[in-house]
């Protein structure tokens, strides 16, 4: 195994990172005061509580956001078919991130915990205790302690769904010894594309041991709901069409509402289902519906748990989306016409939710181009062309069939990544 570097100024941050303990302690503190921490998590974090590691084999994954932690469930799901014997482990840092793990439901024999702060005593004791057979990095969420310790004990490292645009290889080029010294110790390196391939061979990463991969995000596993819930919804909306504007910025929510008073001409009865992307914005999306002549629209934040005769009904809490993709069969997926680079498309689609986006989607731009050729997505560029698509998808009433969506790509990330275990 390639091992890393510790040039002076890694030594330096490994120093400084032993100092800084507690800083980390009182920063940890700050924001359990703050509701952003709940005191389990700022145990797990400071190395001080784990739950009991399973004998054999352990994969521990680690991420940072949602999506990236819901990317590395798909991948553990897929691996725990191909390997009974292996147990897995998914770190995050964000306590949404797990969150939304504990919601959808942990693949088989795969527990969830927060990842320790990047102090070499913290560091030590987690892998001390967890013992991981492999480690898989997904995305650049790249702590120096965590690697560095991994490194020392030489546990393979994978880098998975690396993806860099040019604005944040910018912000990386500071630290860029730092990656020089870390990137080298991976053993395999999958990046989304050309530019993130190169963009990690600038950052010090050995080309010949980066594949482009696409993005594994496609093996999301689908959204967990409230089986009551959804049935309670289904039998109150009974033939009522439905459709859903997912993951909303400002600007977007004017654009869906010109687009379902076209709908509404011909279907009177029909719901819109609105989530904005920042649940606290469900006011003022309210305002935005009362601006169009919709008054009195309900929300969810304030108890409206059904949307009665409603025409438009606002979605503003956290971590329903699964029943939200359930309930429309076609989604117009935000992010997309703001200039935030488009959301995830992969998730309605696991639900069978077929996807309409706008034209900014250089986020997902390999998944959006690959989708809308499979005609499971399609881009809208008006308030017209999305009354005309949603139209189109309610006629239709098909199942969407998403087994195509792992392609090739993404498989050869699990076989490599199976390959790298022990037998």
Known sequence: MTRIRQPWALRAYLVVARWLAPVWRKGLQRRLLRGKETPRSVRQKLGSEYADRPAGTLVWGHAVGVGESMALAGLFARLAERRPDCSFLITTTARTSGDALRRTGLPPRCQHQFAPVDTPDAVSRFLDHWRPSLALWCEMDLWPALIAETDARSIPRVLVNARLSPESLAKRRWGRWIYQALLPGFRDLFAQNQASVDALVELGAPRERITISG????????????????????AALADRPVWLLASSHPGEEALALAAHAQLREKRPDALLVIAPRAPARGIEVAAIASAAGL??????????????????????????????????????????????????????????????????????????????????ARLVNSEADVALAVAAVWSTQRTLDTTALVDEQAEAVIERVQGLLPR
């Not at 993005?215 to 289904?234: E, F, R, S, Y």
């Not at 025409?311 to 200039?339: C, H, K, N, Q």
Request: with cysteine.
């Open 215 to 234: 993005t594994i995000k496609a093996l999301v596993p689908p959204l967990g709901c409230d089986a009551d819930d959804l049935d309670t919804w289904q």
């Open 295 to 376: 008054q009195d629209v309900p929300l969810r934040s304030t108890g409206a748990h059904t949307a009665t005769e409603a025409p438009v009904y606002i979605a503003d809490t956290i971590g329903e989306m699964g029943l939200w993709y359930r309930l429309a069969p076609v989604a117009l997926v935000g992010g997309s016409f703001a200039s935030v680079g488009g959301h995830n498309p992969h998730e309605p689609l696991a639900l069978g939710c077929a996807v309409l986006h706008g034209p900014n989607v250089w986020n997902f731009a390999e998944s959006y181009e690959r989708l809308d050729s499979l005609r499971h």
